[in-house]
């Protein structure tokens, strides 16, 4: 830990330089999922990306069609 206040966090960021759509799907419960969700919603403030977070549901129907099972 002895260098980390040399270290310059916008040039280790390059986030804002991707050229990429990127989603992430976290649906897995017991694995941190609460936390995951605060950090993009803090991350999409600074980055400038949308955050979207649906509302929690007791049953969820994912469907697949043919060729994804």
Known sequence: YEHLDELDIDALNN???ADKHVLF???VP???SQ???QLL???SMRNGFAFNR???QRVETIRLAPYEQ
């Open 41 to 43: 919603r803090r991350l």
């Open 35 to 37: 936390t995951f969700m």
């Open 15 to 17: 986030t804002k330089r």
């Open 30 to 32: 017991k694995v941190g």
């Open 54 to 56: 649906d509302q929690v």
């Open 25 to 27: 799907f976290n649906r």
